[in-house]
C-alpha cells in the first residue's frame, strides 16, 4: 500500500516542530532556576554539566508534550472506520 504525503499531514508536521521549538524555550526557561538550586543543593560545580542535565531534561520534556500533542491530532484528524451494513 502506498501512502502520499499531504498538503495537511505537512501543515501538522510543521505545527509539531513550532510546539517542539516553543517547550524547548519555555522548559529552559522555566527549569533553569529550579535546577540551578537543586545542583547547588547537590554540589554540582560543573557548568558543563549542569547545562547537559538540564537540556537533557528539557529535551526530553519537550518530545514528550509534542508527542502527546501529536498522537492527539492524529486521533483527531483520522477517519473513522467504516461500518459494514448487513
Not at 535546577?35 to 545542583?39: F, I, V
Not at 508527542?67 to 477517519?79: D, N, Y
Given at each position: 500500500m502506498r501512502r502520499?504525503?499531504?498538503r495537511k499531514a505537512l501543515a501538522i508536521i510543521y505545527?509539531?516542530?513550532l510546539?517542539?521549538?516553543?517547550?524547548?524555550?519555555?522548559g529552559a526557561a522555566v527549569l533553569m532556576h529550579p535546577?540551578?538550586?537543586?545542583?547547588d543543593t547537590l554540589g554540582v560545580?560543573?557548568?558543563t554539566v549542569q547545562m547537559v542535565v538540564t537540556m537533557a531534561l528539557v529535551i526530553i520534556l519537550a518530545?514528550?508534550?509534542t508527542?502527546?500533542?501529536?498522537?492527539?491530532?492524529?486521533?483527531?484528524?483520522?477517519?473513522e472506520p467504516a461500518t459494514q451494513r448487513r
Open positions: 502520499t504525503t499531504s505545527v509539531l516542530g510546539i517542539w521549538l516553543v517547550a524547548m524555550i519555555g535546577m540551578l538550586a537543586l545542583y560545580e560543573s557548568a518530545s514528550l508534550v508527542v502527546g500533542i501529536g498522537l492527539v491530532l492524529r486521533a483527531k484528524t483520522e477517519p
